[in-house]
């Protein structure tokens, strides 16, 4: 029996030994892993990260063409060699900042963020198409005398067939996003970040455009049109809305500990509630003018019609809004270097009708480069 008891007791220390070592050894890879481990990350990176840079967007979303009846009464004129309305192109791109205050609390996976980007773009352009001759007008000239004698004659008047066009347009654009998130990382991918975010997202678009149309079309050379239009519109869309994206960066060059080179990527989507508005008018005038038959014979002009439409539109709306991005970091363990390239799409956010409401998206994508400077940890 006693042997039996002996034997029991030499298994169980065996089992102790046995678990004493593993958990020695389990220990002492624990203690002794290297410093570049999540938990020595935590420890060692920055807190608080402040990030600058700039973009270059193309820009999507044109408003509606201002085109008179006149400006199609003599197209197929040898001097129209481009339609009169191209001039009414809104600049392709705009230049902007952009500026992120990122805070990680010590010993946590939670983000903070706050963010603002903003941008600007201004354009003018004139086209002036005119027939290489004159046209001459004369009128007869009778009952005028000098020094008693009376005299015969006419009165000429040389003009060209022309269209011109005058178009400015100026553009602005602020995106602000308030966020708190958590880095969920993904195991697959070795020591990717993988931060998901909810926040707040902030959006204000304004637009400004001026036109200006100028014709006198060949249709008579004794009687003869000239026509002028101006439209003058302000667009604008005010909204705010809860947002959510996901931002990952994943290591595939160098070392955490000196300089690393990641591929970042990011997605996001918001739902914004705002007010979208037009503001402006738009102005057609069209003259008559002939020749005179009093005594002085100098040519007369009437007006033939004046119409003036103003465009004042104001609307309640609801803005989805997707975007996402691409790129490519350098990140030393306190400064960082990103370059990529973006893309938000913001769907019928500007109202770009003149007569009628017309809402359109207003996109915004490009190439972007950031530097971004870690401080505390």
């Known amino acids: 029996m006693s042997e039996l008891i002996n034997v029991a007791n030499r298994r169980n220390d065996l089992h102790w030994k046995l678990l004493s070592t593993v958990s020695a050894a389990t220990l002492a890879i624990v203690v002794g892993s290297p410093r570049d481990t999540a938990s020595a990350q935590t420890d060692?990176?920055?807190?608080?990260?402040?990030?600058?840079?700039?973009?270059?967007?193309s820009l999507r979303g044109k408003e509606e063409t201002y085109a008179p009846p006149f400006v199609f009464t003599n197209l197929d004129a040898p001097l129209n060699s481009v339609l009169p309305t191209s001039a009414q192109q809104p600049p392709p791109r705009s230049f902007g900042g952009e500026g992120r205050l990122?805070?990680?609390?010590?010993?946590?996976?939670?983000?903070?963020?706050?963010?603002?980007?903003?941008?600007?773009?201004?354009?003018?352009?004139?086209?002036?198409?005119?027939?290489?001759?004159?046209?001459?007008?004369?009128?007869?000239?009778?009952g005028k005398?000098?020094?008693?004698?009376?005299?015969?004659?006419?009165?000429?008047?040389?003009?060209?067939?022309?269209?011109?066009?005058d178009t400015a347009y100026s553009?602005?654009?602020?995106?602000?996003?308030?966020?708190?998130?958590?880095?969920?990382?993904?195991?697959?991918?070795?020591?990717?970040?993988?931060?998901?975010?909810?926040?707040?997202?902030?959006?204000?678009?304004?637009?400004h455009s001026d036109v200006?149309?100028?014709s006198q079309p060949a249709e008579h050379l004794a009687n003869h049109h000239t026509y002028y239009a101006h439209l003058s519109a302000g667009r604008s869309f005010h909204g705010i809305g809860p947002s959510i994206s996901w931002e990952g960066s994943s290591p595939f060059l160098g070392h955490a500990d000196s300089a690393q080179v990641s591929f970042d990527w990011g997605a996001s989507g918001a739902v914004l509630f705002?007010?979208?508005?037009?503001?402006?008018?738009?102005?057609?005038?069209?003259?008559?003018?002939?020749?005179?038959?009093?005594?002085?014979?100098?040519?007369?002009?009437s007006t033939?019609?004046?119409?003036?439409?103003?465009?004042?539109?104001?609307?309640?709306?609801?803005?989805?809004?997707?975007?996402?991005?691409?790129?490519?970091?350098?990140?030393?363990?306190?400064?960082?270097?990103?370059?990529?390239?973006?893309?938000?799409?913001?769907?019928?956010?500007?109202?770009?009708g003149i007569g009628v409401r017309n809402s359109k998206t207003q996109g915004f994508f490009g190439p972007y480069a950031s530097f971004a400077i870690g401080l505390g940890g």
């Open 304 to 352: 033939h019609y004046q119409r003036t439409i103003p465009t004042d539109r104001s609307h309640s709306v609801v803005v989805p809004n997707v975007g996402g991005l691409v790129g490519v970091s350098v990140k030393y363990p306190n400064a960082k270097f990103s370059l990529g390239y973006r893309a938000d799409f913001f769907f019928g956010a500007i109202d770009q």
């Open 44 to 57: 060692d990176r920055p807190t608080l990260w402040i990030e600058l840079g700039g973009q270059l967007e």
């Open 212 to 214: 200006i149309l100028r």
């Open 145 to 165: 005398t000098y020094n008693g004698r009376r005299y015969h004659g006419h009165n000429t008047y040389s003009r060209a067939v022309f269209n011109h066009s």
């Open 102 to 142: 990122t805070f990680q609390p010590e010993h946590t996976d939670w983000v903070f963020s706050a963010g603002v980007r903003y941008g600007r773009s201004n354009g003018k352009k004139t086209l002036h198409q005119q027939s290489q001759t004159q046209y001459t007008i004369k009128t007869f000239k009778y």
């Open 171 to 207: 553009e602005t654009h602020a995106i602000l996003d308030f966020k708190a998130g958590k880095d969920v990382g993904l195991g697959i991918f070795g020591k990717t970040t993988s931060v998901l975010s909810g926040g707040i997202r902030i959006a204000q678009f304004e637009q």
């Open 274 to 301: 705002g007010r979208q508005k037009t503001k402006g008018s738009h102005q057609t005038i069209g003259r008559l003018f002939y020749p005179g038959t009093g005594f002085n014979n100098n040519e007369l002009k």
